[in-house]
């Protein structure tokens, strides 16, 4: 596999091609240390599998660079790396394209898995961005006194079972996230949570779970 690795730091990049080359002997690792020289080893010869792009480096212009080279690439997937794993930062980067959004604090383990998620086409959300933010659970959803502590359903934030309560009833994710007045990829990340908590491949069968586990549509 060849990873195209740009970011402006010279320790960050050694120190992430140090580790991948340890981990994984078959990734071949390419350098930039700014987003023209980026470009400039995409739109070479040489086949990239993968693109690792630092959000703050020069050339980037916030996420005008991945808007670039997703234009330029489609196929290619675009990874953003950064120091800021701010909610805004995150939801606007997959938003514009990227396959991941990879957290500078993130563990060697933890960015090996990562890169294997949005090789295998998938998209990685980093952890803290599925945690509760502040929605409002309305009344009568669910009772979660009447619920066994085990229960899944306890595990999903308020703002998470806003999102099924209007799954269960059919709901698109764009009119869910008119419904609570919030973005169609906002949706897409707390669906993930939800799956995950559940067990669920997909939303049919999120709803059969949740209904199972004592969810009332």
Known sequence: MNILLADDHDLVRDGITSFLQTAAPDVTIAQAKDFAEALAIVNGE???DLTILDL??????????LTVMRQKYPDVPVVILSGSVKRSDVL????????????KTLSGKS?????????????????????DDGGTIR???IDLDGLEPDN????????????LALLTKGLSNKEIAKQLSVREITVKVHLTGIFKKLGAANRTQAV?????LGWEA
Do not use: F, W
Not at 208 to 212: C, E, G, L, P
């Open 139 to 141: 009344p009568g959803e």
């Open 208 to 212: 059969k779970i949740a209904m199972q």
């Open 46 to 48: 040489r086949s990239i």
């Open 111 to 131: 960015l090996i898995n990562a890169l294997r998620l949005v090789m295998s086409g998938e998209k990685y959300i980093p952890s803290a961005l599925l945690e």
């Open 152 to 163: 899944p359903l306890r595990q999903l934030t308020n703002r998470e079972r806003e999102v």
């Open 92 to 103: 606007n980067a997959l938003e514009h394209g990227a396959s991941g959004y990879l957290p």
């Open 56 to 65: 703050n480096m020069p050339g980037m212009n916030g996420l005008s660079g």
